[in-house]
């Protein structure tokens, strides 16, 4: 299957980099936000990157500008009606999730696949609410896009062998390197890393040691690029949030609870490093 034109639908810290990457690899795509103020901020920070990229010599001039003539950005999610490949990079629920299929699913061309960037959530629910359920997947990049040479598929119950095909292909062509995996909770990325981080907020919640220590602790010891509270304001503690939720209640076990410091953070709208506070301050 040809892959031209690409849309990406959210452009918050994930929906920007997959949009960025994109470009960069010469595909011609649309980035998507509900909210003027949100697509221009995503819209600034791929050519703020891609300006130091040029800036540190990784990149000439002429192919910067010639990521920035891929790129389009817009509030309409009709544009998708000439698009052969859209990946959708919104908030980690479940209700916001199917509601953007349910629209997709109808405004875009037959032959288009839909994918989710999803952190967690059963890619075969999500197909399930779609006219094309074969053509829908899981393409899960990591933060930051631009530098993480992991893409996981997943492939939902209903996913056809040319949709996976295809995918594997496009992770290929984005210079990253795919990894199969089926439709579980978490499915393995955030299955592994997000009760550890999970159990990181359990150690400061109990008192057994300061953020700071914590992060040290696995950052010397581990040799972890970063710690792991560090980690989950990069990430965003919704997101986390969230995550946690889906391994609690789809695997029914008790050691996949979220820690409820990290409830309280979220409800204190403490999301991280994109809200200016988490574990840490950015201000
Ligand atoms: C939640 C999920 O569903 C799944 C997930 O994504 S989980 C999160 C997975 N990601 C991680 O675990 C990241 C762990 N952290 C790291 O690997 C590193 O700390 C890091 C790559 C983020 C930064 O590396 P560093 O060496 O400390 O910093 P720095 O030297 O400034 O940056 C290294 C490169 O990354 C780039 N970079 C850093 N942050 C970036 C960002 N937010 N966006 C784009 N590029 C970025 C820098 O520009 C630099 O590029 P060059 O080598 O081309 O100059
Ligand atoms: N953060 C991470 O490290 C990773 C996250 N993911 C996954 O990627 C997805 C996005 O996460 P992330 O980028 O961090 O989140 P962000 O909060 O940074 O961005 C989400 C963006 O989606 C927008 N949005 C919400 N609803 C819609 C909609 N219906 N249509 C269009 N845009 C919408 C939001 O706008 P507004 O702010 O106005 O609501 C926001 O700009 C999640 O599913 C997450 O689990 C995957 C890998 C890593």
């Given at each position: 299957m040809l892959i031209n034109q690409v849309m990406v639908i959210g452009a918050g810290q994930m929906g920007a980099g997959i949009a960025q990457v994109f470009a960069q690899a010469g595909l011609r795509v649309k980035l998507n936000d509900l909210n003027e103020d949100a697509l221009q901020k995503g819209l600034d920070g791929i050519k703020k990157r891609l300006t130091k990229a040029v800036e540190k010599e990784k990149m000439t001039e002429n192919e910067k500008q010639q990521a920035f003539e891929n790129l389009e950005g817009t509030?309409?999610?009709?544009?998708?009606?000439?698009?052969d490949l859209i990946i959708e990079a919104v908030v980690e629920k479940m209700e916001v999730k199917t509601k953007v299929f349910q629209s997709l699913d109808a405004i875009a061309p037959d032959h288009a696949i839909l994918a989710s960037n999803t952190s967690s959530l059963p890619i075969t629910e999500i197909a399930a609410v779609t006219k094309r359920p074969s053509q829908v997947i899981g393409m899960h990049f990591m933060n930051p896009v631009p530098v993480m040479k992991l893409v996981e598929i997943i492939r939902a119950l209903q996913t056809s062998d040319e949709t996976y095909e295809a995918i594997e292909q496009m992770t290929e062509k984005l210079n990253k390197t795919p990894v199969e995996v089926n439709?579980?909770?978490?499915?393995v990325s955030n299955r592994i890393l997000m009760p550890m981080i999970n159990e990181a907020i359990y150690t400061v919640y109990e008192g057994v040691s300061s953020v700071e220590d914590v992060d040290t602790v696995m950052k010397?010891?581990?040799?972890?690029?970063?710690g792991p509270l560090t980690l989950a304001d990069f990430i965003g503690l919704d997101t986390c949030l969230s995550i946690m939720e889906v391994l609690h209640e789809g695997f029914?076990?008790?050691?996949?609870r979220p820690c409820p410091l990290l409830r309280q953070y979220v409800k204190a709208g403490w999301l991280g490093k994109k809200s200016g506070r988490g574990f840490y301050s950015y201000e």
């Open positions: 509030t309409d999610l009709r544009a998708a009606s000439d698009c439709d579980f909770p978490g499915f010397l010891g581990m040799n972890h690029p970063m029914g076990d008790s050691k996949y």
